[in-house]
């Protein structure tokens, strides 16, 4: 499975910004999908996560109720709707396919990972 992140880019404080991950195999669509993200100089970090049809996700308590994690199981894709940023959330992005089929927030629980894409908030 190869895994495809875009949608990164620059935007002020308070401004969106959506993210898309694309999955090259439907095999995907059976398994959760996460996102992650990783700041200069910090360990990745896990933000948001569906299960295998999109009805129970979990986020971080950072991003909770300004991020929105959802997936078109047709298309292979996940996305990331990112609302009220903040220059803390400056970033490089991760979308990832899980092992099994619920979301789940440990990077051990992932199987496959996208190459990244970097957020900007500027203040």
């Known amino acids: 499975v190869q895994l495809q992140a875009s949608g990164g880019g620059l935007v002020q404080a308070g401004g969106p910004l959506r993210l898309s991950c694309a999955a090259s195999k439907r095999t995907s669509s059976n398994n959760a999908m996460g996102w992650f993200r990783q700041a200069p100089g910090l360990e990745r970090e896990f933000v948001a996560s569906t299960d295998w049809n999109g009805i129970s996700t979990t986020y971080a308590h950072s991003v909770k109720g300004r991020f929105t994690i959802s997936r078109d199981r047709a298309k292979n894709t996940a996305y990331l709707q990112m609302n009220s940023l903040k220059p803390e959330d400056t970033a490089v992005y991760f979308c990832?396919?899980?092992?099994?089929?619920?979301?789940?927030?440990?990077?051990?629980?992932?199987?496959?990972w996208g190459q990244g894409t970097l957020v900007t908030v500027s203040s």
């Open positions: 990832a396919v899980g092992r099994r089929s619920r979301a789940a927030s440990d990077t051990a629980e992932y199987a496959y």
